[in-house]
């Protein structure tokens, strides 16, 4: 082994140390939410009918306000905390508690809670953030529409400014434009943040967000707002998903969230942003706390089935081999070990990248920079942690399910709840497949500000300008140092050369290809979209080589040494899976020779093996309270 694989592995390795690596910067947030809650079992019973479900998630978000859990994440002058990263690290949490309390939290304090916040002014925080904290103010995030969920520039709903009056006309124009969804709506929302097309007499504006009452104290809708109920959802179903259309519905102009764009009482508009592109893209920015929220969350659910499936598969025992005592526990196969240590390890490493994005998010957020590049950074890197965190756990959970046999399809082992309820993440805070792309856009433009403002076609044009040269310059000069490397296959730094070069070659093969949409007379849009499947492979290499990233990160912040031989290895399993998953590629492009494919898939099962006996303390190390992982097949002899 070399690098920091290279550490000799202990038999036993320091649990407490490794919670402390794993906890992290906000080990305090996670250790106040395992106290107040770990002692509980809050998964509801399955048999509950959906009223009694959602019922009972209200009463649980009544306690979590009354604890405090929401002030975290507001500003310290209206009674929050001012701590955004342990907002976060106290969703992620509360995912490992509850997915159906976890969304709805998230749905009041983050996307709700979060766009008065963002997008409001002084008037607007003083006035609602206090009983948006308290939970006294429930409400909506309505943002997609039945017409438009992805496309959401597009959206129908218009808010028409009325001189006369002084007020806002909030309608929805057609069928397709009905909010769709929307956490918060179909039972205790009382106001919404609609999203809708400003119009003033001089004309659109683009998105912008206002506050629309949808109930009154009484509960019952107000006038002009039709509710309804989405009804039974896959999972989730503690969260009241609904839907809602405006009848020229009136509120004053004071309930426009101005921050990015004021309407005067004359009906003269103003922004900081004159581009409309620009502007909804800056305003969509600031809201990118719920996607990292979904992210950890998803790495959250992924953790718990897989503490199930690796406990289950420690007691669980099939088939006698000849020289063993009794028969063999599943754990011992190899077979066993590669379905769930590769997935434990990729685990870990979005575990620590998930930290990173955390630190980057406070750190940009609280410091109110005003730095555009990095704040583009950002939301690209939440944008991709998202799209490979979710997909992830969908993957995962199945496995886990799949790893506990016919006992995983019981609903008393909770795998059948994990999958249903993160089913959806890769689809809600933004669908993966289009987040694949954001990732992808920035990495062409390299953040630059002011492409926020641009449409497709001006994208590609200024992609094919400017920056094609720079991209197949680095590259080329990367490639070169890579083919002189002859290194053990364990190597950690012949690892992130691997996972580098594969990120920055699909990057400048795509900047190539799109380059001809700038020829005289090209289909830009054809060229583009011809192109998609590199552009998603190139955002997922990208994506790859962040995480590894984040692991290093950890490793370098690790002082006890049984903990980094435990970690080293674990990086060495995740990057190497990696590559093996899509060694077909490293071969076609020279990067890797047959050989060196084998030893990597040798180099996985060796890994494998070594890391099996740890395979409890890594679980552990999540330290998820035994009441939240409370399976039957855990507690049977
Ligand atoms: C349980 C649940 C809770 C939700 N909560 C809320 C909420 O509180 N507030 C809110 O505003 N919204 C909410 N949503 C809506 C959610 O954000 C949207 O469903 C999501 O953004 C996707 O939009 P869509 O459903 O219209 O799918 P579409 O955008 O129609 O996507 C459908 C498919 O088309 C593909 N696709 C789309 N565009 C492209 C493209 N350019 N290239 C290639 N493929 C493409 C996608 O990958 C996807 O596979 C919720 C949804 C669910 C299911």
Redesign the pocket.
């Known amino acids: 082994m070399s690098g920091t694989a290279m550490v000799e592995l202990p038999t036993k390795v320091d649990l407490e140390a490794l919670r402390a690596v794993l906890d992290g910067r906000w080990a305090s947030v996670r250790a106040e939410v395992r106290d107040r809650l770990g002692q509980r079992r809050l998964h509801p019973d399955p048999e509950w009918s959906t009223e009694r479900h959602r019922a009972y998630i209200t009463d649980l978000m009544h306690e979590l306000a009354r604890g405090g859990h929401s002030a975290l994440g507001f500003t310290a002058e209206h009674g929050g905390a001012d701590d955004i990263g342990g907002s976060v690290h106290s969703i992620q949490m509360l995912a490992y508690a509850d997915l159906s309390l976890m969304?709805k939290a998230g749905?009041q304090w983050g996307?709700f809670g979060g766009a008065v916040q963002a997008l409001g002014t002084e008037a607007h925080h003083r006035d609602y953030l206090p009983p948006i904290m308290s939970f006294e103010l429930p409400g909506?995030?309505?943002?997609?529409e039945t017409g438009?969920?992805?496309?959401v520039a597009a959206l129908e709903t218009t808010a028409t400014y009325d001189e006369g009056s002084g007020e806002f006309v909030v309608h929805s124009p057609t069928p397709s434009a009905r909010?769709?969804?929307?956490?918060?709506a179909a039972r205790d929302g009382r106001l919404a943040v609609v999203?809708a097309q400003l119009i003033t007499q001089a004309g659109r504006h683009g998105v912008h967000a206002l506050l629309v009452p949808i109930r009154d104290a009484e509960g019952r809708p107000c006038p002009g707002v039709t509710i309804s109920d989405?009804g039974r959802?896959a999972g989730?179903n503690g969260?009241d998903?609904g839907r809602l259309m405006f009848d020229s519905v009136r509120v004053p102009r004071a309930a426009l969230l101005d921050r990015y764009g004021q309407v005067a009482a004359d009906g003269s508009y103003t922004s900081p942003i004159e581009n409309e592109h620009r502007r909804f893209f800056t305003m969509l920015g600031t809201l990118v706390r719920g996607r990292v929220s979904v992210a950890g969350s998803a790495a959250s659910a992924t953790q718990s089935a897989l503490a199930i499936a690796v406990r289950y598969g420690q007691r669980r025992r099939q088939f006698e081999a000849p020289g063993r005592d009794g028969e063999v526990v599943l754990l011992d196969y190899l077979a066993h070990q590669r379905k769930l240590l590769p997935a434990l390890a990729k685990t870990y490493a979005l575990h620590f990248a998930q930290e990173q994005l955390v630190r980057l998010l406070h750190d940009t957020q609280t410091g109110g920079s005003s730095d555009e590049t990095a704040q583009r950074e950002l939301e690209a890197l939440a944008a991709g942690m998202k799209a490979v965190t979710t997909w992830h756990a969908t993957h995962t959970i199945q496995v886990c399910r799949e790893s506990c046999g016919g006992a995983g399809y019981l609903t008393e082992n909770l795998l059948p709840q994990l999958k249903a309820d993160t089913d959806?993440f890769t689809?809600?805070?933004?669908?993966?497949?289009?987040l694949l792309?954001l990732v992808a856009k920035g990495l062409l433009t390299e953040y630059r500000d002011h492409v926020g403002g641009f449409d497709t076609l001006e994208m590609i044009k200024f992609i094919t300008e400017q920056v094609v040269d720079t991209i197949a310059e680095r590259t080329a000069a990367r490639s070169l140092a890579q083919r002189f490397r002859d290194p053990e296959p364990d190597d950690a730094e012949w690892h992130r050369e691997l996972l580098a070069d594969r990120a920055e070659h699909q990057l400048a093969g795509l900047a190539r290809r799109l380059r001809r949409a700038g020829a005289p007379g090209a289909d830009a849009f054809a060229v583009f979209n011809d192109a998609?499947d590199h552009l998603l492979a190139a955002a997922r290499a990208h994506v790859d080589h962040w995480v590894l990233d984040g692991f290093d990160a950890a490793l370098a912040r690790c002082p006890d040494e049984g903990v980094v031989a435990l970690l080293g290895r674990l990086r060495a399993l995740y990057a190497l899976s990696a590559i093996e998953a899509d060694r077909g590629w490293f071969l076609e492009h020279g990067r890797l020779t047959t050989a060196q494919a084998k030893a990597v898939t040798a180099t996985v099962n060796e890994l494998c093996q070594q890391l099996r006996p740890h395979a409890d303390t890594l679980v552990d190390g999540f330290g998820i309270p035994d009441a939240w992982l409370d399976a039957e097949i855990l507690r049977a002899p």
Do not use: R
């Open positions: 969304v749905v996307l909506c995030f309505a943002m997609t438009h969920g992805s496309n909010k769709d969804y929307i956490g918060n999203f989405c959802k989730l969260v998903n959806v689809t809600f805070e933004g669908d993966n497949t289009v792309q998609q």
